[in-house]
């Protein structure tokens, strides 16, 4: 009988021997966790794939809080009439359009048209001039016969 083993079965034995350590290193776990579970220590649960998974914990910087807004990322009570008017007013008399002018303020412009549309039509010098485009006018500017309203004629019936 010869001693020499050929370069396939090193291979393969090599093979078997790693499988071996894993299989033992497994074991031991094994072992460890029924110690535990006789001895009455409680053990960690294995993990289940059924459900959602658990969130990840972020460490996020803090985040640069914007000027007029407050605690949690909204903006503080009129902060956002504020940023729109100064907005309208730096645009000028050519006016400004919602998807232009947001980004600059640092508001969506979704916001924006919800403002525009109730609070921002309530306000003299704001004036929609066109789809989507809106400018501040002083009052200054507004022209004397938009200024003056002619008055209503009243009817006068023949009753007597």
Do not use: C
Not at 79 to 93: C, D, R, S, V
């Amino acid at each position: 009988m010869s001693n020499t083993i050929s370069s396939a079965a090193v291979r393969h034995i090599l093979k078997l021997a790693k499988q071996r350590d894993e299989l033992i290193t497994e074991l031991a776990k094994v072992t460890k966790s029924i110690e535990a579970a006789v001895g009455g220590e409680e053990t960690v649960a294995p993990k289940s794939k059924r459900g959602r998974k658990a969130k990840a914990e972020k460490v996020a910087k803090p985040a640069p809080v914007a000027k007029g807004k407050a605690k949690g990322g909204r903006l503080k009570r009129g902060a956002a009439t504020e940023l729109i008017l100064n907005g309208l007013k730096a645009a000028g008399a050519a006016g400004i359009s919602v998807k232009e002018l947001a980004p600059k303020i640092g508001l969506k412009a979704s916001t924006m048209r919800v403002w525009l549309g109730t609070t921002g039509k309530k306000i003299k010098e704001v004036e929609k001039i066109g789809w989507g485009r809106y400018r501040f006018a002083a009052a200054a500017e507004v022209a004397p016969e938009q200024k003056a309203k002619p008055e209503k004629k009243v009817k006068k019936s023949g009753k007597k």
